[in-house]
């Protein structure tokens, strides 16, 4: 795989990164009951097309063959993450090559920089699930299992297992998405940064449905 030229081939390319961005735009749109299953998908499949025309020379259409029966072409299936996967050196967000922020001229972490797309598309989303919708959380959360922490000991067994649990909330919402599942999200953002680091959590609180803590700071990380 090393040394292709193709973004989309490159083990290097996330587009996970791309699919948060796409989650936090398509949030920004109305969502309609249930109608954000069919914006994500349509906007994943869309975005698995593109990146499979963009990893191919343009073929002219062999005039024999009848376009019904042309095999679609194969979506490279997204590489593995957990906690054991070996992090990619050079990679945006890898030590030295930190992805420019506003607000930290030192950059961003790729975990910092997940984090903080998550945390704008639960705010954008928050809206929606109070009005009783049931958005679609986009892909790419689960890649924090993967990423550039700051500090490469935060990315030990403990991390780990919150992740794991982080995503077990995420996948209760889509099962069943209302306000408790979605608390149950913020709940797993908490229960990590209980752990790993809490200035956050200042930020994270306000995005739990139905209280206001006192000490809460909406809007320090935006
Ligand atoms: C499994 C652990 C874990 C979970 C789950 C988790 N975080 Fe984090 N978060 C971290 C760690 C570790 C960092 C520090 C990242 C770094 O500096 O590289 C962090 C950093 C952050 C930051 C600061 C980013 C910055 O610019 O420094 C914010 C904001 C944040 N998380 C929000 C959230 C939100 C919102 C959720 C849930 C939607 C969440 N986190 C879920 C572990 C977690």
Redesign the pocket.
Known sequence: MSGSASASQDPHHDPSVDGLLGGVRDAALPVHPRAGDTINHAWLIGAALALTACSQKPQPPAPSVPAAVVAAPAVPAAPACTGDTELVPGVPGSPGHYIPSDI?PNG??E??HR??L??AE?TALKPAVEAGRAPRIAAGHER?RCSW??DAR?RDAA?DE??VA?LAAVAAYHEAPAVDTFNG?VQ??LD??AH??GG?MV??RP?RIGDAPADAQPGI?D
């Open positions: 930290n961003h972490s975990l910092a984090m903080r998550m945390l639960l924090i922490p700051t935060d991390f919150l992740a982080y999200i797993g953002c990590c940064h790993t680091c956050p930020a994270i995005l990380f």
